[in-house]
Nanobody, 116 residues
């Protein structure tokens, strides 16, 4: 079973930046698509960004131009660079892995809090 461990969350002020990391165990990482989701209090979990195994990326409209997802297959790690953070970006951020045969793994999440 693949394990995912997120890191890099914290408390920042509006306009600042953070970079989240998600390290995966096992050898399936390079063949998998990776994504970042977030869940704010009393809201549904929402997709933030996806990066496919070929490097193609997709973003939620709310983060386009501010967030960048990237991956390092040699390190089994996916990143989320978050710039110009806003209070509405406050949430628990989760990493998700999707294998070619549609097996899904989730991390436990990392808290991001943006103060105004």
């Amino acid at each position: 079973q693949v394990q995912l461990v997120e890191s890099g969350g914290g408390l920042v002020q509006a306009g600042e930046s953070l970079t989240l990391s998600c390290a995966a165990s096992g050898s399936i990482f390079s063949a998998s698509s990776m994504a970042w989701y977030r869940q704010a209090p009393e809201k549904q979990r929402e997709l933030v960004a996806t990066i496919f195994r070929d490097g193609i990326t997709n973003y939620a409209d709310s983060v386009k131009g501010r967030f960048t997802i990237s991956r390092d297959n040699a390190k089994n790690t996916v990143y989320l660079q978050m710039n110009s953070l806003k209070p509405e970006d406050t949430a628990v951020y989760y990493c998700r892995l999707l294998t070619p045969n549609y097996f899904i793994s989730w991390g436990r999440g990392t808290q991001v809090t943006v103060s105004s």
